[in-house]
């Protein structure tokens, strides 16, 4: 991408680098950075500024927060304000490759390792966490469910106890009806 400019504006600079103008103000606040005003008070950018923004735009599109971009800009010279290029009618807006930029991939190299170890090491302390909870929930299920079974069991058995004495009530009672009734027959065929 090129500059045929040496200052712009933050229209510009923010379709250039395909970011809002909120985007670039987020990123002037948060990482404390001194963005110029003209004389009517309109933030304008110079080759330096565009090319930190640029780089800074690479970062957070690799997931860097803006805490880590502020700590890497602190201490990395990669930030600091460099001399213009001698063309000042083309301007590229990549980094370039020297000492600093093979800094900054080393640090990120370090830091992905570092972020993988971790996210790892929390990977499998969710998974230990989950297999307990799992093993504990259940453990309590079964508990519940045999509990439950042994409550219907005894209302079962209860409920079965009166169902015979129901029964046997009603044979009784059955057992009697029938000589009843025949002895009442033949009482009254003799009277």
């Not at 860097?64 to 083309?90: C, G, P, R, V």
Request: proline share 2%.
């Amino acid at each position: 991408m090129e500059i045929l400019k040496e200052k712009y504006t933050i229209t510009e600079l923010s379709e250039m680098l395909q970011v809002t103008d909120h985007t670039l103000r987020f990123y002037e606040k948060e990482l404390e950075l001194n963005i110029p005003k003209d004389d009517r008070g309109r933030r304008f950018y110079t080759t330096n500024l565009a090319n930190m923004m640029y780089k800074i735009k690479v970062m957070r599109s690799e997931g860097l927060e803006i805490k880590a971009i502020k700590k890497i800009m602190k201490e990395d010279s990669m930030f600091e304000q460099t001399k213009e290029l001698q063309n000042e009618n083309s301007v590229s807006l990549m980094p370039s490759a020297s000492k600093d930029s093979e800094a900054m991939q080393v640090f990120f190299h370090e830091f992905g390792k570092q972020l993988s170890q971790e996210i790892t090491l929390e990977i499998m302390d969710a998974k230990e966490h989950l297999v307990r909870e799992i093993a504990k929930s259940k453990l309590e299920l079964g508990a519940c469910v045999e509990n439950g079974m042994r409550k219907l069991e005894g209302k079962m058995d209860k409920h079965y106890e009166e169902v015979d004495i129901a029964l046997g009530k009603w044979r009784e009672k059955s057992k009697k009806r029938p000589f009843r009734k025949l002895f009442s027959i033949i009482h009254k065929s003799r009277i």
